[in-house]
């Protein structure tokens, strides 16, 4: 009932930026926190951005400064901008959200994925 599709990621040098967006689908009513994740190959899935409905953020030390996550809740959807990249920032990208959704006329709440995205910094 809930999908999120991402869009931008691709290739860039370190010091590029890149921005990637996703827009969340479906009979939604309320979309709760949103985040970004990443997962490099051999590697765990790390958040690297989260944004509370009210729009706190939260982002950890290796992309704080670089990273800026912002939502527009009228459009379900949430961005990462990425700027001053690194070839440690390359993975596969994914969004998140929290979602608040109607189901046979009944609410539910799940978390969703997208679909994730590549992003790949070269040196």
């Known amino acids: 009932q809930v999908q999120l599709m991402e869009y931008g990621g691709g290739s860039v040098q370190a010091g590029g930026s890149l921005r990637l967006s996703c827009a969340a689908s479906?009979?939604?009513?309320?979309?709760?926190?949103m985040g970004w994740y990443r997962q490099a190959p051999g590697k765990q899935r790390e958040a690297v951005a989260i944004?509370?409905?009210?729009?706190?953020?939260i982002y950890p030390n290796s992309v704080k400064g670089r990273f800026t996550i912002s939502r527009d809740n009228a459009k379900n959807t949430v961005s990462l901008q990425m700027n001053s990249l690194k070839p440690e920032d390359t993975a596969v990208y994914f969004c998140?959200?929290?979602?608040?959704?109607?189901?046979?006329?009944?609410?539910?709440?799940?978390?969703?994925w997208g679909q994730g995205t590549q992003v790949t910094v070269s040196s």
């Open positions: 479906g009979n939604i009513f309320r979309i709760n926190d």
């Open positions: 944004i509370t409905s009210g729009g706190s953020t």
């Open positions: 998140n959200a929290d979602v608040n959704y109607w189901s046979n006329g009944d609410p539910r709440r799940d978390a969703y």
